[in-house]
C-alpha cells in the first residue's frame, strides 16, 4: 500500500515468546505518553519498513532482527498524519529499556485491558 505525501509511515514490530507479545511504554513528552504500544518507529526517506524495523528495534531495544513475516495490519492514528503498519518480528537477544518507561511481555488477554495507544 503507498501512502499519500502528507502520511508518515511508521513500523510497528509485534513480537511474540511463549504465547506473549512485547509492548512498551511510550515516555513523558512524547505523543500518548504512558500509554502502551508495540515497538517501532518513523520510516525514514528512502528506508524500507524492513531497514526501518531493524534500525528502530536496535536503537530501541538493543536487540538484532532474525526475521520480519507479513504485515497483519495498517492503521491510521486518529488526529496525527502517522500510518502504522504491523509487522511480525523475530529478534534475538532480550529487549533492554533504551528508550521506553517500562517493557513488558503480555498475554493476549492481558493486552485487551493494557491502556494501548490508539493505533
Keep these: 500500500m503507498v501512502d499519500a505525501p502528507d502520511i ?5 514490530a509485534v513480537i511474540e515468546r511463549d504465547g506473549r507479545y512485547l509492548v512498551a511504554q511510550r515516555p513523558e513528552g512524547k505523543r500518548h505518553s504512558g500509554l502502551w504500544e508495540f515497538p517501532g518507529g518513523k520510516v525514514e526517506p528512502g528506508e524500507s519498513d524492513h531497514q526501518a524495523t531493524r534500525r528502530e528495534l536496535r536503537e530501541e531495544l538493543g536487540v538484532e532482527v532474525q526475521t520480519i513475516g507479513d504485515q ?39 493486552l485487551g485491558s493494557c491502556p494501548l495507544a490508539p493505533s
Excluded: K, M, Y
Excluded at 8 to 12: H, K
Excluded at 75 to 100: C, K, M, N, Y
Design 8 to 12: 508518515i509511515r511508521v513500523v510497528a
Design 72 to 110: 497483519l495490519a495498517q492503521w491510521r492514528d486518529p488526529g496525527s498524519p502517522f500510518s502504522i503498519v504491523f509487522l511480525t518480528v523475530q529478534i534475538a537477544g532480550e529487549p533492554q529499556r533504551l528508550e521506553h518507561t517500562a517493557l513488558a511481555w503480555l498475554s493476549p488477554e492481558d
